[in-house]
């Protein structure tokens, strides 16, 4: 029983930043290890970064690796994904998402948000 909500997408230049929000409610909802995951038009849906409920552990894709920062802000139960150094290879959809355990595998979340538009000009 979690919700989540995502905000912050936009269009930027190559090279530029964005801060990516995702809000979380409901009872269980800070004991949820929280994700995010990209599509881009006619791809498969990727895998971001994850990190634990108790933020013991973080894991990204090797795609994004040095370049994005996954967080969380406990007194608002809201975590984060602080992208810098953007590529126009980064444009798709992005998706937060709880899941009961530490996985990069998107069927194992059971829980998602609706999505914002990152869209990176070159």
């Known amino acids: 029983q979690v919700d989540v909500v995502e905000s912050g997408g936009g269009l930027v230049q190559s090279g530029g930043s964005l801060r990516l929000s995702c809000a979380a409610s409901?009872?269980?909802?800070?004991?949820?290890?929280m994700g995010w995951f990209r599509q881009a038009p006619g791809k498969e849906r990727e895998f971001v970064a994850v990190?634990?409920?108790?933020?013991?552990?973080?894991l990204y894709a090797d795609s994004v690796k040095g370049r994005f920062t996954i967080s969380k802000d406990n007194a608002k139960n809201t975590v984060y994904l602080q992208m810098t150094s953007l590529k126009p290879e980064d444009t798709a959809v992005y998706y937060c998402?709880?899941?009961?355990?530490?996985?990069?595998?998107?069927?194992?979340?059971?829980?998602w948000g609706q999505g914002t538009q990152v869209t990176v000009s070159s």
């Open positions: 998402a709880a899941a009961t355990f530490l996985t990069r595998y998107a069927a194992n979340y059971a829980h």
């Open positions: 990190r634990s409920w108790n933020g013991e552990s973080k």
């Open positions: 409901g009872e269980a909802a800070s004991t949820y290890h």
